[in-house]
């Protein structure tokens, strides 16, 4: 089992920085590909970003494409996303997963296994 738990969002105004923070337990992550997905009101969750278990290849949706950084510390059991340029049409509830098993494509919400509970961004205009 893999416990994810979120952290760093915020209200902030457009053009400001975030940094969201993914700590797991239960098990280490080091080998796993990690993903950041979010959810606006109304909306289906949809793929931001996601790393592999190295960090060594990093997977972007066009939206938050030279916007947002995924990046992780094995070491510390830890996955993050800075944001930078932030937009009213970023705000959403950010959830991480985890892709444990599933040899499904990284981009897909199905092929995660372990998800955490989420941490609300509010970019206000």
């Known amino acids: 089992q893999v416990q994810l738990v979120e952290s760093g969002g915020g209200l902030v105004q457009a053009g400001d920085s975030l940094r969201l923070s993914c700590a797991a337990s239960g098990r280490s992550i080091s080998s796993y590909p990690m993903g950041w997905f979010r959810q606006a009101p109304g909306k289906e969750r949809e793929f931001v970003a996601a790393?592999?278990?190295?960090?060594?290849?990093?997977y972007y949706a066009d939206s938050v494409k030279g916007r947002f950084t995924i990046s992780r510390d094995n070491a510390k059991n830890t996955v993050y996303l800075q944001m930078n340029s932030l937009k009213p049409e970023d705000t959403a509830v950010y959830f991480c997963a985890a892709l444990t098993y599933s040899s499904g494509s990284i981009y897909a919400e199905s092929a995660y296994d372990y998800w955490g509970q989420g941490t609300q961004v509010t970019v206000s205009s």
């Open positions: 790393a592999s278990w190295s960090g060594g290849r990093t």
